[in-house]
């Protein structure tokens, strides 16, 4: 038998081409099927993308109205609901928050949409309120620079001021003087009462405007002792650095001004008021802090009434007063009595002269404040102004008495008698010197 030798050629070739043309098409199947598949996974991509991005648009507008609501609630008790609208680019998202209070703890819940409407989302924190203030553990006698005690200035003092069963009744950075000055106990200066007659608060705490140290068994006298660091129960900080008075009162960050020229504070290495989380509170200054949160007084007559009962202070709520008169040289008096034992004040001053008249009452914390501190450099405050406190006989000050800077020589009779009510009302005041802690923890994004 013949066979064909180009026959079988063509044969083979066409073997081929169908082998070629089923592994073309299996492969173009395939691509299909790839291209098919990454379209539907970019398509699946895409849509989880921006749900996701929808989510976590809805979860911060959630967050934003419970930020918002706290801030709120803090401000006024009564708002414990409202819808807003968060700004988005240029669209809003609806949001509302609620707050809820049980046993102390204040629960703030946000809810919030994305600008879409397609995605919701709630949010809770629980929050706790917190004095801002520490007035409680202030002395009766606070000073940055130097407070020598003289006339017949009395203290007396904090029984648990340096700590528990240490008394302090005073804190300065240098506290030389003489005169007939005294420290004593509150059970002592009580038990001096010819009268008898006392006042008692609702806690059980006495008022007398018949005591004294001077009878009482004293813990550190003016006849014996003429230099405050050689009595117990002054705290003398002249080998070391003092913070200042006004960031330690009021917790704020003070610009430290102590390097400028003319300047005769003290400046402290690490003096800075931190957060919770070890960050630095921004700094202020004692201007900027009173002239958001103060009320201004024109006079400190306006304090004086008989009755002690001021109508501002009663609708106001919010008890820090400050008096910066455009002259340092205008006086601030005190005639009558300023202030409650159940509705205390904190009045701060620049004036150069603060007088106490002879039995007037004074109850809160009464700072006198150097005026370079809210005026630096201002021609109505001369550099290095020393302020100067007289007080006439029986002048009583229910609290605590702090100046920033230096304080001329006291003069006349006066007490300063440590009041922990009138300190704890203060602090506790529901109006103001208020804050919200979130508590550690407690965020989440169910109920």
């Not at 606070?142 to 001021?161: C, D, K």
């Not at 949160?293 to 501002?312: K, P």
């Not at 009464?366 to 100067?388: G, K, M």
Request: hydrophobic content about 35%.
């Amino acid at each position: 038998m013949i066979y064909s030798t180009r026959r079988g050629e063509q044969s083979v070739r066409r073997q081929a081409g169908a082998a070629t043309l089923i592994v073309t098409v299996v492969l173009l199947a395939l691509l299909t099927v790839t291209v098919l598949v990454v379209s539907q996974n970019v398509s699946l991509e895409l849509r989880t993308s921006a749900n996701i991005n929808r989510d976590k648009e809805a979860l911060a507008v959630a967050q934003g109205a419970a930020e918002y609501g706290a801030v709120i609630y803090l401000a006024d008790r009564s708002i414990t609901s409202n819808s807003l609208t968060v700004p988005i680019t240029t669209s809003g998202a609806p949001a509302t928050y609620t707050v809820s209070e049980n046993s102390g703890v204040i629960t703030v819940a946000g809810q919030g949409r994305s600008t879409d409407l397609s995605a919701n989302k709630t949010v809770f924190e629980d929050y706790g309120i917190f004095a801002e203030g520490a007035f409680g553990d202030v002395p009766p006698l606070m000073a940055g620079g130097t407070f020598p005690p003289g006339g017949t200035f009395s203290i007396i003092a904090n029984p648990n001021g340096g700590g528990n069963g240490v008394p302090a009744s005073a804190w300065a950075q240098d506290a030389t003087g003489n005169g007939s000055w005294q420290t004593c106990q509150l059970d002592e200066y009580l038990n001096t009462s010819v009268s008898g007659v006392f006042d008692e608060q609702s806690d059980g705490y006495r008022v007398c405007s018949d005591c004294s140290c001077g009878a009482a068994e004293k813990l550190c006298d003016g006849n014996s002792v003429t230099d405050g660091r050689d009595c117990d129960d002054i705290v003398d900080a002249t080998e070391s650095c003092l913070p200042d008075t006004f960031e330690n009162l009021f917790n704020r960050n003070v610009v430290d001004l102590s390097a400028s020229s003319g300047y005769s504070g003290t400046a402290c290495v690490d003096n800075d008021v931190k957060n919770d989380d070890g960050s630095v509170v921004p700094s202020t200054t004692p201007s900027a802090y009173l002239t958001e949160n103060a009320v201004r007084i024109d006079d400190c007559d306006d304090l004086n009434s008989a009755s002690g009962e001021q109508e501002f202070i009663d609708t106001n709520g919010f008890p820090l007063l400050w008096y910066n008169p455009a002259d340092v040289s205008s006086d601030c008096v005190l005639h009558h009595q300023v202030g409650s034992y159940e509705k205390p004040v904190v009045l701060v001053t620049t004036s150069e002269t603060v007088r106490i008249n002879a039995g007037a009452e004074f109850y809160g914390i009464l700072f006198i404040l150097d005026c370079s501190l809210v005026d630096y450099n201002d021609t109505n405050c001369p550099i290095s102004v020393t302020p100067t406190i007289t007080a006439n006989g029986g002048a009583r000050l229910y609290g605590s008495m702090i100046v920033s800077e230096n304080v001329s020589l006291p003069t006349g009779g006066m007490s300063l008698i440590w009041a922990p009510g009138v300190l704890e009302a203060v602090t506790n005041n529901e109006d103001g010197w208020e804050g919200l802690a979130r508590r550690a923890g407690s965020w989440r994004d169910y109920n």
